[in-house]
């Protein structure tokens, strides 16, 4: 029984993380297009290339947070660059800036992407449509932030409904997808794009978008008990990730290259489908889409709550009040960058969150990361000594 429960944690890490990254990345096919399809066929390995790229750095500061009992990020922050009060302090101060920039970001793409949803789905004014989200997730934060660490359980039917609506995708366009990978349509190919070193940089990109994670998964790596379970989320979460995004990638160029220039690939590939099989098939994808919207968003306005609520809690003593306040502002501020629309946010916001992390995140936690896991493993072992 105990082991049940040991692998039940890393596996629910696993699927957040797919949660995490299903809203905004692979659920519209948006993302998918913008880093992946838009190369043509060699878009799919580079799909895979994102997660590999994503979990070395992942499995890094997930292991160094299980060792160092970490309740956020800033716990893991402190240590892993170096042991060094003073590096703890002024890096932390950096990624909080970071994280505050990607928490509006992404939260913005899933305000805008809701509003675009219901617009096209319901006929709703965009706008109120926005609105109309960030009013469900304040809700199911004022119900308790629990909820969005049991919603990952959801990422299993969003993974098997999503594969469902690629793979009827796929059938449908086959023929347009055999001449793109064949080649044949890379005459369509915009400049600078389809190369061995585009596709390298793009994945490389889309991989520091993805860290974000980190502030929920810290939350579950704390609670990790051993490295087997870090090995385990990380290896489950790649699989789902890269694995979805790959097959996200062949369904989106079934329509290469109409889908370049489409907001919700996805939505206007299944808009195709007739009769009632397709009317079905659009009213689940329209219901799971909002669901990975609500896990994406909930995921990352969690870590910011997680982060910020002890430090305004000094001030505001209610949790309850102190945790609506941080949504509201978070919400509100995704409501006034959502109002420039999905496609700008995915092309500029995302594009300037991966290059922050680049050089702050991702490049010194895959070099420093290792060796602050030794010297907390040697610590460990000298204080067991002492004590017996």
Avoid at 35 to 56: D, E, V
Avoid at 274 to 294: C, E, K
Avoid at 300 to 325: E, F, H, M, Q, W
């Amino acid at each position: 029984m105990g082991k049940k429960l040991s692998l039940g944690l890393p596996l629910l890490c696993a699927f957040a993380w797919f949660g995490h990254a299903c809203g905004s990345s692979f659920a519209t096919g948006r993302l998918a297009v913008q880093y992946c399809s838009r190369h043509g066929a060699k878009g799919i390995w580079g799909a895979m290339l994102i997660y590999i790229f994503t979990a070395l750095w992942m499995f890094i500061a997930l292991e160094y947070g299980r060792m160092v009992k970490s309740k956020s990020y800033k716990d893991i922050v402190a240590g892993i660059y170096w042991d060094n009060k003073i590096v703890g302090t002024v890096m932390t101060v950096i990624w909080d800036l970071i994280q505050l920039f990607s928490i509006v970001v992404v939260s913005a793409s899933c305000i805008a992407g809701s509003g675009e949803v219901l617009k096209s789905a319901l006929g709703m004014n965009y706008t109120l449509g926005m609105l109309l989200f960030v009013i469900v997730i304040l809700i199911l934060f004022l119900v308790g932030p629990g909820v969005f660490k049991r919603i990952g359980i959801m990422s299993i039917p969003m993974f098997v409904l999503l594969m469902i609506v690629c793979a009827v995708a796929i059938k449908v366009g086959w023929v347009n997808l055999a001449a793109t990978i064949a080649g044949k349509n890379d005459a369509m190919l915009a400049a600078g794009t389809g190369t061995n070193m585009a596709v390298t940089n793009d994945a490389f990109t889309y991989a520091c978008t993805q860290l974000g994670f980190i502030g929920t998964g810290s939350i579950y790596a704390g609670q990790f008990k051993s490295r087997k379970e870090t090995f385990i989320a990380v290896f489950i979460g790649m699989l789902l990730c890269g694995g979805g995004l790959a097959v996200c990638t062949v369904a989106t160029l079934t329509t290469f290259p109409a889908c370049i220039d489409q907001t919700l690939p996805f939505l206007e590939i299944i808009k195709l489908f007739t009769g009632p099989a397709g009317r079905s098939l659009y009213v689940i994808y329209v219901i799971m889409l909002y669901v990975a919207y609500v896990s994406t968003s909930g995921s990352l306005v969690l870590s910011g709550v997680s982060r910020y609520a002890p430090i305004l809690g000094k001030v505001i003593k209610n949790d309850k009040v102190c945790t609506a306040i941080l949504v509201v502002v978070f919400l509100c501020a995704g409501i006034i960058i959502g109002r420039v629309g999905l496609m700008e946010i995915v092309k500029t916001g995302y594009a300037m969150l991966g290059k922050l992390r680049m050089p702050t995140w991702y490049i010194p936690v895959l070099i420093l990361g290792p060796f602050a896991i030794h010297r907390v493993r040697v610590k460990n072992k000298c204080e067991s000594v002492e004590e017996s």
